[in-house]
T-cell receptor, first 112, second 113 residues
Framework: QQQVKQSPQSLIVQKGGISIINCAYE??????FPWYQQFPGKGPALLIA?????SEKKEGRFTISFNKSAKQFSLHIMDSQPGDSATYFC???????????FGKGTRLSVIA | DGGITQSPKYLFRKEGQNVTLSCEQN?????MYWYRQDPGQGLRLIYY???????QKGDIAEGYSVSREKKESFPLTVTSAQKNPTAFYLC????????????FGPGTRLTVT
C-alpha cells in the first residue's frame, strides 16, 4: 500500500525528443506527488510537484500528468537536452502526516 | 544563504568503528530525514524526526541511531552493527504541514573497509 512503482528503470532519448517517466501508487490517501532530479554525486533536487486536485502541472519543459482514477502520474520532459541526463525519482506522501515514499528511480540519458 | 549542509562530503572508516554524519539546516523546517542510497536501490528512509526530541524509525533503521536535540541539527550515527554501511547518505528537511516540500542536502559518501 505504501509503494510507488516507477518505470522504466532507464531511458535513452534523442536530443529534442520527449522523455516520459511513469509512476503508479496504491494508497489513495496520498495527496502530494513530487518529482526529483539527481545528478551523480549530488543530492536530489525538487523539480516539480502536483496535488490531486489538478490533472496537469507545467513548469517550463517539465510537465506532470496526474490520473487519479488510475492512480498514476507521469513526468514529461519536452525538447529533452543532454543537460537533462540525470536520475529522476517520483514520490508520494500524505502531506503533514507521512514521509515521502520514493520510486526506485529512472536513469535518463539524452543523446545528441 | 539558506539550505541544508552535510559534512563531510567523503568519509572513510575502518570496520567496527562507529561514525557520525552531520546534518544542519537553516530553513526553519520542523521535520528532518535521513536516507541511504545504494546503486539501483533508490532512496531508503532510515530515520525521520517531526519535532525536537522525537524521531521515528524508517524502513532500514537497524544499525543506525539519531538524535534531535536542536531544531537545526539531526546527526546520524552509523554503528558497528550496520552490516553494509558503505553508501551515499542523504539528509533532508521539510515543513510538516499542508505546505510540505522536502529539500535534500548534498550528501555524504561513507566508505567502510
Amino acid at each position: 500500500q505504501q509503494q510507488v512503482k516507477q518505470s522504466p528503470q532507464s531511458l535513452i532519448v534523442q536530443k529534442g525528443g520527449i522523455s516520459i517517466i511513469n509512476c503508479a501508487y496504491e494508497n489513495t490517501a496520498f495527496d502530494y506527488f513530487p518529482w526529483y532530479q539527481q545528478f551523480p554525486g549530488k543530492g536530489p533536487a525538487l523539480l516539480i510537484a502536483i496535488r490531486p486536485d489538478v490533472s496537469e502541472k507545467k513548469e517550463g519543459r517539465f510537465t506532470i500528468s496526474f490520473n487519479k482514477s488510475a492512480k498514476q502520474f507521469s513526468l514529461h520532459i519536452m525538447d529533452s537536452q543532454p543537460g537533462d541526463s540525470a536520475t529522476y525519482f517520483c514520490a508520494a506522501s500524505i502531506r503533514g502526516n507521512t514521509p515521502l515514499v520514493f520510486g526506485k528511480g529512472t536513469r535518463l540519458s539524452v543523446i545528441a | 544563504d539558506g539550505g541544508i549542509t552535510q559534512s563531510p562530503k567523503y568519509l572513510f572508516r575502518k570496520e567496527g568503528q562507529n561514525v557520525t554524519l552531520s546534518c544542519e539546516q537553516n530553513l526553519n523546517h520542523d521535520a528532518m530525514y535521513w536516507y541511504r542510497q545504494d546503486p539501483g536501490q533508490g532512496l531508503r528512509l532510515i530515520y525521520y524526526s517531526q519535532i525536537v526530541n522525537d524521531f521515528q524509525k524508517g524502513d532500514i533503521a537497524e544499525g543506525y541511531s539519531v538524535s534531535r536535540e536542536k531544531k537545526e541539527s539531526f546527526p546520524l550515527t552509523v554503528t558497528s552493527a550496520q552490516k553494509n554501511p558503505t553508501a551515499f547518505y542523504l539528509c533532508a528537511s521539510s515543513r510538516w504541514d499542508r505546505d510540505y516540500e522536502q529539500y535534500f542536502g548534498p550528501g555524504t559518501r561513507l566508505t567502510v573497509t
